[in-house]
């Protein structure tokens, strides 16, 4: 009798082992290897995906920004499949023709995009993106400690908040609020332009207590800066752990952004991408990130899944008249070393 029990065990050790070295999805027949921003994604989203489809093997990577971003992708033995890059980021892509060509047919959840968000400047016919997020540029302040409206980019060179101010640690995004301050696009090429900008951050480095990025929510929250400049998404957030927290987009204008997801053209598991664009586009999905990120969704059908606390929001759901006077960024080629030495020049003061 111990013999029989003992062939039993050893069999059921057997089979404990050959499960175990399998890796544990022995269901999936595809790859699927992801590059997305840090914290950008629900991680219950990942998971319901990976139940859902256990046909698929995700392989989920961060990147730190769009730079990192276009190394990985331009590298000779790129693994990855889908992407989510910035607007003008995939005006650059376009240019290296580093992606895939999207077939909406393919993608049963299309409809659900909002039309105002379809046809961007960076992808006018949609043919190589697919919209995933968006929002504003602006100041994240304590209410506590500015005690006038906040309506201009000119209060980040306001002396008596000297020290208390933050700036984003982003070439591009610095240099927009300087440049909005002159009166000038975002996007503009005039070297005497964007040497004025550069003077005016030069004057006001003194007033910053330090340049940052994700750490600026965390800092405000806190209570440790009077403003910061930064996304709508970290400021809505950030002002629901700190009810002394406001945000406002400056009458001058600002950046209004757009994250997209991609296909690389070297993607060796095309199937599998487009399914898990299908399944970010279902109104679900969609809503379920939207809550977590508190960005801005372009899918108009998640609306009636989204928290009513974000939807009443005028961070989250910006009125026309903000968008209005906000600007996307463009692709600038090589006029773009133009803001990188000027911003090198700027850091090194």
Same mark, same amino acid.
């Given at each position: ?17 050959? #499960? ?22 629900? $991680?219950?989203?990942? $998971? ?12 989920? !990577? !961060? ?30 892509? +376009? ?17 659900? +995009? ?6 961007? *400047?960076?992808? *006018?016919?949609? !043919?190589?993106?697919? *919209?995933?997020?968006?929002? !504003? ?24 908040? #000297? ?20 009166? @000038? ?65 400056? $009458? ?21 991408? @487009? +399914?898990?664009?299908? @399944? ?5 999905? #969609? #809503?379920?990130?939207?809550? @977590? ?25 910006? *009125? ?30």
């Amino acid at each position: 009798m111990k013999r029989i029990v003992s062939f039993v065990l050893l069999a059921a050790m057997i089979c404990l082992a050959m #499960a175990g070295c399998s890796g544990g999805n022995s269901e999936a027949t595809m790859q699927l290897y992801v590059l997305n921003w840090g914290d950008y994604i629900d $991680e219950e989203v990942l $998971e319901n995906f990976r139940t859902e489809h256990p046909e698929i093997d995700l392989h989920y !990577t !961060t990147m730190t920004s769009n730079e990192e971003m276009l190394i990985q992708l331009q590298s000779e033995d790129c693994i990855y499949d889908v992407c989510f890059p910035s607007d003008y980021t995939i005006s650059k892509l +376009i240019n290296l023709d580093l992606l895939a060509e999207i077939d909406t047919s393919k993608l049963s959840n299309y409809e659900n +995009i909002d039309e105002r968000f379809l046809n961007q *400047p960076f992808d *006018p016919d949609n !043919t190589y993106s697919v *919209p995933y997020a968006w929002g !504003t540029v602006g100041i994240l302040y304590n209410t506590t400690m500015v005690d006038e409206p906040v309506t201009s980019w000119d209060i980040l060179w306001d002396e008596k908040y #000297a020290g208390q101010i933050y700036m984003y640690d982003s070439v591009r995004d610095s240099m927009m609020v300087a440049l909005e301050l002159l009166g @000038y696009s975002m996007n503009t090429t005039d070297p005497d332009e964007i040497a004025e900008a550069e003077a005016l951050l030069v004057e006001q480095k003194p007033l910053v207590q330090a340049y940052g990025t994700d750490d600026l929510r965390d800092r405000m929250i806190a209570g440790s800066g009077a403003m910061a400049v930064t996304y709508s998404g970290d400021a809505i957030y950030a002002i629901m752990e700190n009810p002394d927290l406001a945000y406002a987009v400056p $009458e001058e204008g600002s950046n209004i952004w757009f994250d997209n997801v991609i296909i690389t053209k070297s993607s060796q598991n095309v199937e599998a991408a @487009y +399914i898990f664009l299908d @399944y970010l586009l279902d109104a679900e999905v #969609a #809503a379920a990130n939207a809550n @977590y990120l508190c960005y801005s969704t372009p899918n108009a059908a998640a609306e009636e899944f989204i928290d009513p606390e974000l939807l009443a929001s005028d961070v989250f759901n910006v *009125p026309q008249d903000v968008i209005d006077r906000c600007e996307g960024f463009i692709d600038l080629e090589e006029d773009e070393q133009l803001y990188h030495s000027a911003w090198t020049r700027i850091k090194a003061q």
